[in-house]
């Protein structure tokens, strides 16, 4: 025994039971990464919402296609401002066909009877009252722009609704994390009280407990951060099949390109962080509680 690196000494001398707890565990981290990956990549309801909310500035007639373009490009400039894009006359005329068929006698002239508009949407991370209010009040005093519209009775409602959305979807995460922690402590201190004569032993050979027990902090949390590695790979894997099937998840949860990109991968790096963390501080704990049922 005493040739057996203290950080693996769980998965030496109990191994078919250490086993079953990394599958346990994997299974459980699978399921945690795939959520936080979820949450992280849809920023909650925000995502949804920036695909499907928009903030119109119906030009004036007299506008030109140059001049629409321009607008465009200065309200793609503005803070908050994930795309901005300009719709000509004809195609506002053919959106508003698509939408109420059977009206095209109320085009009696050769032109479009509707104006051009720009198409404002704002971006996830930026979706709040005050980045929207910001965007109007860039856009309205435009003389180009006849008016904006942007749904301002509904917007403060939506807005609570998806803070409360967010909360619940972090309360839910909060839960399972809380519940990852408290299986990983039931199983350590399973292991700590299973082996508690092999630690008498290597403790009468002059190893203290404190050696031991920081040896085996350590190599759980090497384990399961390995573990939680393959997990977020894993999930990540999935998603990206899943979006080649479904397509409609790109636009509520976020194409999975993105998940390589800083605000996805770092997020998940700190993920992979915590649950070694998480364990390393589980084995510690169920240590301390199997150490002290024996007193």
Do not use: N
Request: with cysteine; net charge positive; aromatic share 8%.
């Amino acid at each position: 025994m005493s040739r057996i690196p203290l950080w693996r000494i769980d998965a030496t001398l109990m191994p078919r039971s250490f086993l079953r707890e990394c599958v346990s565990r994997f299974l459980l981290l699978l399921l945690l990464s795939g959520y936080f990956t979820v949450m992280i990549l849809s920023g909650g309801p925000y995502r949804y919402l920036s695909e499907r909310w928009t903030v119109t500035a119906v030009l004036r007639s007299s506008v030109s296609a140059a001049e629409g373009e321009g607008i465009a490009k200065k309200a793609a400039s503005l803070p908050g401002v994930g795309s901005a894009a300009y719709k000509d006359p004809e195609t506002s005329w053919k959106e508003f066909l698509d939408a109420y068929p059977g009206l095209e006698s109320l085009r009696t002239a050769g032109a479009s009877p509707l104006p051009g508009y720009i198409e404002v949407r704002v971006r996830r991370d930026r979706f709040a009252e005050a980045d929207i209010r910001a965007v109007e009040a860039a856009l309205k005093p435009l003389p180009e722009v006849e008016m904006v519209l942007l749904g301002a009775e509904s917007l403060p409602s939506l807005l609570r609704a998806a803070g409360w959305s967010s909360v619940f979807f972090r309360a839910v995460l909060a839960v399972l994390c809380i519940a990852a922690f408290a299986i990983f402590h039931l199983q350590e201190k399973a292991r700590a009280v299973g082996l508690s004569g092999d630690f008498d032993f290597l403790k009468e050979r002059g190893i203290s407990f404190r050696r031991i027990a920081l040896a085996r902090a350590a190599g759980s949390a090497l384990v399961c951060g390995s573990l939680s590695l393959a997990a977020v790979a894993a999930s990540s894997g999935a998603y990206y099949l899943l979006e080649s099937r479904l397509s409609q998840l790109r636009r509520v949860i976020g194409p999975s390109s993105e998940i390589l990109t800083l605000p996805v991968l770092v997020p998940l790096i700190l993920f992979i962080c915590a649950a070694a963390l998480l364990s390393g501080g589980a084995s510690l704990l169920g240590w301390r509680a199997a150490r002290s049922g024996r007193k």
